[in-house]
């Protein structure tokens, strides 16, 4: 099917290095938790393991809505003229005729998505999907009339349009359907997939509270809760001032940590002979919880010397913002969630963190790919723990409609680079090319399926990656024609 060979895979053999330091230090294990988290988490692991294996094996879930259509673009004098075309349901043909300037692209995968917005508004999307890109190259959201998009499209368009102003031409874009949204039943397989990973994965549980305020972890301390407390129990050893800049970045971080680790050891001469400063941590804790102004610090004192539980619920108060592509805080502050989470055995917490952590779902002011290689995935950490670790990470792969209220979503691109860390990567291979080639499966997921196989592809290393990329094209070959004309242009 496939005469030429596909650019796409070419650039698989090209990837460069990435450091496979820890990015949060060594330990004696390799892993990011200590031996007896691990051993306690095993324990939950187990016992929910145990109870997905007796739930219920008739749940089914539905694909999101999803149908082939053309799309075209235009920017004329004749805008309003042909949106006005549109609403009276012009032909394609005949739109292409009148319309001459008009782009096209024909036969595209186009998926339906409805949701809230961040202001409760409800919201409809439709955008398409093709093997040349992992994001949407075209998409068009609509929050008005909205039932009108629940009607059958076959023959019919959906249009955004834009009026000229003093800045631009008036422009409009549409997807013209050939064939009414459906959503399929997902085959039982990958059913299972996404029961497991929601048996695992506590949708009612996030790893911060709704409530939680957002910060940035590097700035200098201010008079707050803490500062009695702070000011009797730590030496006078000043924090270096606000990072500004990323040119004394390594400096700026050595600073921090030999200023925490002198106020740290001051700290254990002090609770180990005067009992005040128990009063003093108790009392700023009443306030921290009174005025939600707690700091990695503090909490550093409450797990030596108070409670990890209640740090943990400090820390869930608060998210940490990333001011750029190289501030890990984000990264950090999840791992000390993570941590004390998994040292408390408090599993809906423990695995939502670490799932941030390997897809690196956090808020930053920029990111640019070359800070990408340094963040690990911790993929080990969940294979030791007795996780069905392939049908997790695929769970949360696939797309469905029909989702549960929080439902747990990875990041395909970071889930591949974790997948081709896992000590199964010949399962893995196996599963994910007949994922590409079923044709019971949506070609929705059959896409999913595809850039998960390519960024696994991408972060092989150089003695399986031959292999492995042979096993991809076969795999392209597999999927429907009209997919895999797009990605040879």
């Known amino acids: 099917m496939v005469k030429q060979t596909l650019t796409i895979i070419l650039l698989l053999t090209t990837v460069a290095g990435f450091s496979q330091a820890n990015e949060f230090g060594n330990s004696d294990s390799s892993l990011i938790y200590s031996d007896s ?42 805008a309003e003229n042909a949106y006005n ?22 036969e595209l995968l186009v998926v339906k998505s409805s949701y809230r917005k961040s202001n ?36 019919k368009w959906v249009v955004e349009y834009s009026p000229k102003n003093k800045y631009s031409s008036a422009s409009l874009q549409a997807f013209y359907f050939t064939d009414n949204l459906n959503r399929q039943t997902l085959p039982p397989v990958y059913g299972r997939m996404i029961q497991y990973s929601e048996c695992l994965i506590d949708t009612s549980a996030q790893m911060v ?25 730590t030496p006078p050893v000043k924090y270096p001032p606000q990072l500004d800049t990323m040119s004394n ?48 610090e503090f909490e550093d004192y409450l797990v030596r010397y108070y409670n990890a539980k209640t740090a943990l619920n400090l820390k869930r108060s608060r998210i940490v913002r990333g001011f750029c592509s190289m501030d890990e805080s984000p990264r950090l502050h999840a791992l000390n969630i993570a941590q004390l989470a998994a040292e408390t055995t408090s599993w809906e917490i423990f695995l939502k963190a670490h799932l941030d952590i390997m897809n690196d779902r956090f808020i930053r002011n920029s990111d640019g790919s070359y800070a990408w290689g340094a963040r690990q995935t911790y993929i080990r950490e969940l294979e030791v723990l007795n996780i069905n670790v392939l049908d997790l990470l695929l769970g949360i792969s696939l797309r469905i409609d029909d989702k549960t209220p929080n439902h747990y979503y990875g990041n395909v691109s970071r889930l591949g680079r974790a997948l081709s860390e896992t000590g199964s990567t010949e399962a893995f291979e196996t599963q994910v090319q007949q994922m590409m080639a079923d044709s019971t499966l949506d070609d929705y997921n059959r896409i999913i399926a595809f850039f998960l196989f390519h960024d696994y592809v991408y972060h092989l ?11 991809l094209k076969a795999a392209i070959n597999t999927l429907p024609t009209y997919l895999v004309t797009k990605i040879n242009g």
Request: charged share 30%; proline share 3%; glycine share 0%.
């Open 37 to 78: 988290a691990i051993q306690k988490l095993k324990h939950i692991t187990d016992s929910l393991n145990l109870r997905f294996r007796v739930c219920d094996l008739n749940k089914t879930y539905q694909s999101a809505p999803q149908a082939k259509a053309n799309y075209i673009s235009f920017e004329d004098s004749t």
């Open 461 to 471: 290393n150089k003695e399986k990656k031959e292999k492995a990329t042979q096993k």
């Open 120 to 155: 409760n508004q409800e919201q409809v999307a439709f955008y398409s999907m093709d093997l040349s890109d992992r994001y949407p190259r075209h998409s068009l959201y609509f929050t008005k009339q909205l039932s009108q998009y629940n009607l059958p499209l076959k023959g």
């Open 85 to 106: 075309d549109i609403l009276n349901n012009i032909s394609f043909s005949d739109f292409l005729i009148k319309y001459k300037t008009a782009k096209v692209e024909n």
């Open 249 to 296: 970045r390594e400096d700026f971080l050595q600073q921090w940590e030999s200023a925490k680790i002198r106020r740290q050891q001051y700290a254990d001469s002090m609770f180990a002979h005067d009992p005040r400063c128990m009063k003093l941590l108790k009392q700023a804790l009443k306030k921290v919880q009174k005025h939600n102004d707690s700091d990695d």
């Open 209 to 233: 509270y709704p409530s939680a305020q957002t910060s940035q972890r590097w700035q200098p301390l201010k008079k707050t809760s803490t500062s009695a407390f702070l000011s009797y129990v």
